[in-house]
């Protein structure tokens, strides 16, 4: 393309083109381009009038010489390099260019430099290239900018010399040349200064806007964009006047109405109603009668930003006229509402929610009323219904976008509340279409969130859906009831569902951490919640402010319940809420650390603080009374539940707050279970404060052990916790295992079993582990998700809900039909028939006709009959589907109870009971793994896995006093290893194998305590300590038990241990590691199978590579050990035929890595050992070609020859005729095919040609093509290169000679390669082998490398004739073009 361009400016000179192609060779090619013509034309029209110097002359690619080149491009290239960077890509360097450029003409000013930069700049604003044009544009604005004597008029004229719209040819760069030159004299700042150039550049525009094909709406935005800049007067004197026809057709397109609106805005007093009466024929935009056109534009408007998914400019332009003119009720009621939602979907329906979040900013407190109760709002709500299926577009985030942008820049309560209100009030059968966790609450004043709560408190004591924004969707206006009955239904379930809402809104506040709020706020929700869940008001009580509410509409048994939960739930937060605000100076200690999580201010648990409301509640009777009375034993129970609270709170002090908080919060939240379900908690209160009470006398006093009959403390306990783990509630089994973790340091034996026996599989079989599930306590989802949920049920309708209670209904009785039909039914089913005399005593068919009656009444019993056998089926039914629910609640409480397992081994890794886990973990995991298990099962396993692996096998930390158990560990040590070795299943056996491991650490860390010497000096007050004896572990004992099972594992066939683990063993514990080594050492030779011996090589190598074991043998030990070594591995190579079979080359692999380490570490350690059987065995295998088709063995053998001082031969590269003719054999990667050629049982043969002679003129060609070193060029197409005569392509190479076949003809030997296509053999003069040879001369010495795999002979077929070829050859004619055609 440079030449092209350096071929169109001939007339300039030879040095102008050569600095064109200079600049292109340092500079993007377009930029190049662009230079080499500015170039030209500055030279061929004589630009600046000097004197052209003359540089040397040089070759010159244009056709004739011309004059020289202007000193600017010959002294200036950085100059020349800033115009390359302003159209790079990167906006970084475009900038940086942009300053380098202004920098430069403002501090070295030159006529020359500043002309040629302001046509540079010019010219690149219409550059094909989407940065280069606005990079040019800055750039120019710039310069203007810094450089106010350059006249604007010019720098306008220049801009449409260089790019004149009449020029049809380049009209798009035209286009854009002409806006980014306005662009840029508009960024410059000066355009407003020069109102002559201001007139000028915006006809420019105007007349830009034609060209929407390639501009869009960019004129339209550039004049909106002056019009928002310049001065009152300016466009009174000069732009009025100008776009006063833009003004008159304003209703025609959205650009041209934005315009006007923009001028009604900027220039109130210029557009006055006078003037707008002039040009629109009404004195302001929104009236009647602009209405349509108004809709029609926003419609408009509204399509043309369809993808972008964004309001358009006009609309909230239209929206602030109408603001200012005060018809925005007209606005919205007409445009908006009746026009932009004529379609129930679509580009207006967005545009309208778009229009109100953008809105709300700009709205007094009136007018938010009157949006946020509109047509509009239904709308939304209908839309974030019907758009919860995945496929559809959702709104609902952009609008929490608006409001939460619009409530954090409100500084007004008031417009906060209504908006808030507003949202929430949108309902559909009173439930509202905003979650309950809304989360732009975080942005209300605390006003504004104080009078929000009192509002949703308000609306759920006394529920007016008539003050609510109900709307209904299309299915259920449809389905809607048309009685009376129906319309109460409806009502009461709305109430029920606006309540529901409503409770869990101000429980989301309180959960929400970002909200601000204080002790008084949270509180107050939490004594609502607790209040209306539990209690009723009988006479109002100023002590009582929630007694002083009625309700208007009484509270249901489920809204009882809903509320319960979400007070349950609120529960759960507080205990886990950090302290609000700030803690006094004389702060307890519980409010210091990570401890003031659930506490108060006052160092009180806010538990505490409802437990203390509660009992407040129950002792005022004559204002209020509980939903459920309490009788006198629970009502007794409550009250010691609070003496001992008390108690607690008394004896708290810093050493045991943390452990007496604990014991306080689950005896406090067990109590305030009393409510909800008492019959369950009185017994356990009773309990637990014995638990208690145990618990810290033992701390304390260090009393005396319960007796033999009477469980201690602890176990009971446990029974309390293991009963707590099963509720439904999470933060009781949260606070479970907080209490837990305080008291596994008191655990016992028995406390630790209880924990076993839910986990023992045994025990669940014998149902000792019963788990059952509360009847009706489901907790719903809150939030999203229910409303989600609500808004999917209530598409349905009841008609939906019927059918699929019939369809139900039909497929029970369907599976009811197909279950087997049980032996007492059949006989029953019998009777039935012969009493009806349907059937006779032999159970044949009775020919005795019956009777209506008789046939009424026999129909009758059948129907019976068959009612009686489907309820029995549904029955059975019922009762499988209760046991596999039994069966997953089991499930679920066992994964619950290993937190606990887990968090003993967590507080207590070096407590000896942690021992007691070892054998009932593994029970678990090989019971869970011998059985098909469902998902859930699946996940138990895996976490019992898990934390048998990580938390005690691999623990960090280990039991230390274990000195007087040490012959039970071993006992259970030989039962871990004798069970790994028995196991079907390796991850069995590795189970149990890390098992053994980890008791065989305890033991080797344990040590045996001696008594203390008497010491002649004793300190006073300090007794000597014990002295250390040895350590714990038998090592011959469990150095004989491993040697037992490494033995099995060498010997047997089947064995489920693997060599891992041995290595693990040999890592972990190098003191047996030695005692093994003799165990493994013959199996190198003598293992059951190749296999066996490649992992006793393993061994072997990982034992010989320890540290620990080469220093705990002496010189001539460690000699002795690596000579027997290095003898059996000799052995069993040499014993060891070819690696037929991937046992067998496994083993040869191992044994050869083995040996090489063997001989690697004699020659290091410089040992006497010799090393000529290894040299023997490794010369036998290389020579007796023992290795098979694998190459990793040679190169083995290799390497390890090298140890021994010989080199591996360089191999002499021949032509693969001559391999063939020597019958070596082929190896591996040389019978590799090429990419693209046909397997020899797919090629076809040639016809037999006549042979040439020996001793033709084709012999000595061979010979000399060999020593020029061309094989790999000809090696792809030879045979064919063979049949040709040397006088043919003008070479003196011949074809090779005689492969070693009978008959002496060289014309016979054929190449695979050569009949791919079916071709001749004897290409005839001007046929493709010419053509042949000079593409295979063409080809690059390195792609045939490996020689061809050896032929095989072909049946002959008779081919095309001599002058005929291939469709294939054909085609490789046509490519290759005159190559071949010469003769």
């Not at 007139?199 to 550039?222: G, I, K, M, W, Y």
């Not at 000579?1123 to 496994?1146: C, W």
């Not at 060289?1306 to 079916?1318: C, E, I, L, R, S």
Request: charged share 25%; net charge positive.
């Amino acid at each position: 393309m440079v030449g092209t361009r350096s071929s169109r400016g001939a007339r300039g000179s030879r040095a102008a083109a050569k600095a064109a192609e200079a600049a292109a060779e340092r500079g993007p090619p377009e930029v190049a381009e662009e230079v080499a013509e500015e170039v030209a034309e500055e030279e061929a029209e004589g630009a600046g009038g000097a004197e052209r110097e003359a540089p040397d002359p040089g070759p010159a690619p244009g056709p004739a010489p011309g004059p020289a080149p202007a000193p600017l491009l010959q002294q200036s290239r950085d100059f020349l390099d800033l115009f390359w960077g302003i159209a790079k890509a990167a906006q970084e360097e475009r900038l940086a260019a942009t300053a380098a450029l202004v920098q430069r003409l403002r501090e070295r000013p030159q006529e020359a430099e500043l002309q040629y930069a302001l046509r540079r700049l010019v010219e690149g604003l219409g550059a094909t290239r989407e940065a280069a044009r606005p990079g040019f544009s800055l750039a120019l604005s710039q310069v203007l900018q810094v450089l106010e004597d350059v006249p604007l008029q010019s720098v306008l004229e220049l801009i449409r010399e260089k790019h004149d719209l009449q020029k049809k040819k380049h009209l798009r760069t035209a286009a854009f040349g002409n806006f980014f030159g306005v662009l840029a004299l508009f960024q410059s700042g000066r355009l407003v200064k020069d109102h002559k150039v201001l007139a000028e550049a915006v006809q420019l525009l105007q007349s830009l806007v034609q060209h929407r094909n390639h501009l869009q709406d960019l004129p339209r935005q550039t004049l909106v964009d002056i019009l928002s800049e310049i001065p009152e007067p300016v466009f009174e004197g000069v732009l009025f006047s100008t776009l006063q026809t833009d003004f008159a057709s304003a209703f025609s397109t959205p650009e041209q109405l934005q315009l006007l609106l923009v001028g009604l805005q900027k220039f109130p007093h210029v557009l006055q109603p006078k003037k707008l009466k002039k040009l629109l024929g009404s004195a302001s935009v929104v009236t009647k009668e602009t209405i349509p056109r108004l809709v029609e534009v926003l419609n408009a408007a509204a399509k043309s930003v369809k993808k972008e998914k964004v309001l358009p400019p006009v609309g909230l332009d239209l929206l602030r006229v109408a603001l200012q003119e005060g018809a925005l009720e007209l606005f919205w009621k007409e445009v908006v509402e009746k026009g932009l939602l004529q379609e129930h979907s679509g580009p207006g329906s967005y545009t309208a929610f778009r229009l109100l979040g953008s809105a709300l900013p700009l709205l007094s407190l009136e007018q938010l009323h009157v949006v946020l109760s509109g047509e509009v709002m239904r709308r939304y709500g209908d839309h974030v219904l019907s758009a919860q299926l995945p496929s559809r577009f959702k709104f609902a985030p952009e609008m929490e976008k608006y409001v939460s942008n619009f409530l954090e820049s409100c500084p007004d309560p008031e417009k906060q509340l209504a908006v808030l209100v507003a949202f929430s009030s949108l309902t559909n059968q009173g439930y509202p279409v905003v979650p309950s966790l809304w989360p732009v609450v975080k942005h209300l004043q605390p006003e504004a969130l104080l009078r929000y709560s009192h509002w949703l408190q308000a609306m759920f004591l006394h529920p007016d859906l008539s003050k609510c924004l109900e709307f209904s969707t299309s299915r259920q206006k449809k389905n809607a009831a048309e009685d009376e009955r129906g319309r109460v239904v409806t009502t009461e379930k709305s109430v029920f569902r606006l309540r529901k809402w409503l409770i869990q809104r101000l429980t989301s506040i309180v959960e929400n951490p970002q909200v601000t709020k204080d002790e008084a706020f949270v509180m107050g929700i939490a004594r609502f919640c607790f209040f209306h869940s539990f209690f009723g008001t009988k006479k109002p009580s100023k002590g009582i402010p929630e007694s002083e509410q009625q309700v208007s509409i009484p509270l249901d048994s489920e809204t009882r319940d809903a509320t319960g939960n979400a007070f349950f739930s609120l529960l759960q937060t507080l205990n886990s809420l950090p302290l609000l605000g700030e803690a006094p100076k004389t702060a307890p200690i519980q409010l210091k650390g990570k401890g003031s999580h659930g506490i108060m201010a006052d160092g009180q648990l806010w538990t505490q603080h409802l437990v203390h409301y509660a009992d407040l509640l129950l002792s005022h009777k004559k204002n209020v009374q509980p939903v459920k009375p309490f009788t006198t034993e629970e009502k007794a129970s409550w009250d010691r539940m609070l003496q001992f609270a008390d108690q607690l709170q008394e004896q708290a002090k810093d050493t045991r707050a943390a452990e007496i908080t604990a014991f306080q919060q689950l005896l406090l939240l067990v109590g305030i279970h009393l409510f909800k379900t008492p019959g369950e908690c009185v017994d356990l209160l009773s309990d637990l404060q014995h638990c208690i009470k145990k618990a810290l006398d033992k701390k304390t006093k260090k009393a005396a052990a319960a007796g033999p009959e009477e469980p201690q403390w602890v176990e009971v306990m446990v029974e309390i916790l293991l009963t707590l783990l099963s509720q439904p509630s999470r933060l009781i089994r949260q606070v479970s295992r907080s209490v837990f973790a305080r008291i596994c340091p008191h655990l016992n034996r028995q406390a630790l079993q209880l924990i076993l026996d839910v986990l023992d599989p045994d025990q669940e079989e014998d149902g000792a582990v019963v788990v059952t599930e509360e009847p009706g306590k489901r907790k719903r989802p809150t939030g999203k998700d229910e409303s989600e949920e609500n808004s999917a049920g209530d598409k349905d309708g009841s008609e939906d809900g019927s059918d699929d209670s019939e369809a139900s209904d039909d497929e029970d009785a369907d599976e009811a039909s197909d279950c087997e039909v049980d032996s007492g039914f059949r006989q029953q089913l019998m009777n039935v028939l012969q009493a009806g005399k349907a059937l006779d005593a032999d159970g044949e068919s009775s020919d005795e006709e019956l009777d209506d009656d008789a046939m009424l009444a026999l129909d009758a019993r059948l129907s019976s009959l068959f009612a009686e056998q489907k309820l029995r089926a549904q029955a059975k039914k019922q009762e499988k589907e209760q046991a596999q629910k039994e069966k997953n609640l089991r499930c679920d409480f066992k994964i619950k109870v290993l937190d606990l397992v887990e968090g003993f081994l967590a507080k207590q890794p070096e407590n000896p009971l942690v021992l007691e886990l070892v054998e009932p973990l593994l029970a678990v995991i090989e019971r869970s793994m011998s059985r098909d298990s469902a998902k859930q099962e699946q996940d138990f396993l895996r976490k019992t896995a898990d934390i048998f692996t990580n938390q005690l096998c691999r623990a960090k930390q280990y039991c230390h006093s274990v000195a007087s158990r040490a012959e039970d560990l071993h006992a259970m040590l030989e039962r871990l290893v004798q069970r790994a070795s028995r196991q079907a299943d390796s991850a069995l056996a590795l189970y149990h194998f890390s098992a053994s491991l980890y008791l065989l650490r305890v033991l080797k860390g344990n040590t045996v305590k001696l008594p203390a010497a008497p010491s002649p000096k004793k300190r006073k007050g300090s007794a000597p300590p014990p002295a250390e004896g040895p350590c714990c572990l038998d090592l011959a004992r469990v150095t004989r038990l491993y040697a037992e099972a490494l033995t099995g594992f060498l010997s047997k066939r089947n064995s489920p241990l693997t060599s891992a683990m041995f290595v693990d063993l040999f890592t972990r514990h190098p003191t047996v590691c030695q005692k093994l080594v003799p165990v493994v050492l013959p199996f190198v030779m003598t293992g059951v199978r190749p296999y066996h011996q490649a992992q006793a090589c393993v061994l072997l190598q990982k034992a010989l590579q320890m540290r620990e074991l080469r220093q705990s043998l002496e010189g001539p030990a460690w000699q002795e050990l690596l000579e027997d070594s290095i003898q059996q591995t000799t052995e069993s190579l040499r014993m060891e035929g070819k690696a037929v079979n991937r046992s067998a080359h496994l083993k040869m692999f191992k044994a050869l890595e083995l040996l090489i380490f063997l001989i690697k570490t004699v020659k290091e350690e410089k040992l006497p050992t010799s090393l000529e059987g290894p040299l023997a065995v490794l010369q036998d295998l290389r020579q007796n070609g023992q290795l098979g088709a694998t190459g990793r063995l040679s190169d083995l053998i290799w390497q390890a020859l090298k140890l021994l001082g010989i080199q591996r031969p360089k191999e002499e590269k021949v032509k693969t005729s001559q391999n063939k003719e020597a019958g070596a054999p082929t190896e591996l990667g040389s019978r590799k095919r090429k990419k693209g050629f046909l397997p020899e049982s797919k090629k076809r043969k040639k016809r037999q040609e006549p042979a040439v002679a020996e001793g033709s003129e084709e012999t000595p060609g061979v010979t000399a093509a060999m020593g020029k070193g061309r094989k790999r060029k000809r090696r792809r197409r030879k045979s064919k290169q063979r049949q040709m005569p040397p006088e043919v392509n003008g070479t003196g190479e011949g074809p090779l000679p005689s492969l070693g076949t009978p008959a002496p003809d060289t014309g016979k030997t054929k190449k695979p390669q050569a009949m791919v296509n079916g071709a001749s053999q004897s290409p005839a003069p001007g046929s493709a082998g010419p053509k042949r040879k000079l593409r295979v001369g063409k080809r690059k010495s390195g792609l045939d490398v490996a020689p061809a795999a050896t032929p095989e002979p072909k049946k002959a077929k008779v081919p095309p004739t001599a002058g005929s070829s291939g469709p294939k050859t054909r085609l490789r004619k046509k490519q290759r073009g005159p190559e071949g055609s010469g003769q």
